[in-house]
Nanobody, 115 residues
Framework: QVQLVESGGGLVQPGGSLRLSCTAS????????MGWYRQAPGSQLTLVAT???????NLEDSVKGRFTISRDSAKNTVNLQMNSLKLEDTGVYYC?????????WGQGTQVTVSS
C-alpha cells in the first residue's frame, strides 16, 4: 500500500518562505507525476505544482517565479520550495502521486500566511 507523508507546513509572514516535503513509501513501480494541490479556505482544490516522471515541471500561474518543485528520486521525495509567500497562498496543501490507474494522496499540511 502506497502512503504519502507530508511535512513542512506552518505559520509564516507575508514574504516569507516554507519548504514542503512529501515522501512516498510502499513500493512504487510506475508513476506519471507527483505534485501538490492546495485548498484555500472556502475554495476548491487547485493544482499548484507538478513534476512528471520525465522531470518536466509545471506551476500554476499565480506561483510562477515564487515556487519551485523538485524531486529526490533516491528518497522517493518531492519538495515544494515556497518563497515570497502571499496571503492567498494560505490553505491545506496535499501531496499527490499519480499512477496509470489511480492516484494517492498525502494527509495534508496547513500553510498559513499571516502578519
Amino acid at each position: 500500500q502506497v502512503q504519502l507523508v507530508e511535512s513542512g507546513g506552518g505559520l509564516v509572514q507575508p514574504g516569507g518562505s516554507l519548504r514542503l516535503s512529501c515522501t512516498a513509501s510502499g513500493g512504487i513501480f510506475n508513476y506519471l507525476s507527483m505534485g501538490w494541490y492546495r485548498q484555500a479556505p472556502g475554495s476548491q482544490l487547485t493544482l499548484v505544482a507538478t513534476i512528471s516522471n520525465f522531470g518536466r515541471t509545471n506551476l500554476e500561474d499565480s506561483v510562477k517565479g515564487r515556487f519551485t518543485i523538485s524531486r529526490d528520486s533516491a528518497k522517493n521525495t518531492v519538495n515544494l520550495q515556497m518563497n515570497s509567500l502571499k496571503l492567498e497562498d494560505t490553505g491545506v496543501y496535499y501531496c499527490y502521486l499519480s499512477v496509470p490507474d489511480n492516484a494517492y494522496w498525502g494527509q495534508g499540511t496547513q500553510v498559513t500566511v499571516s502578519s
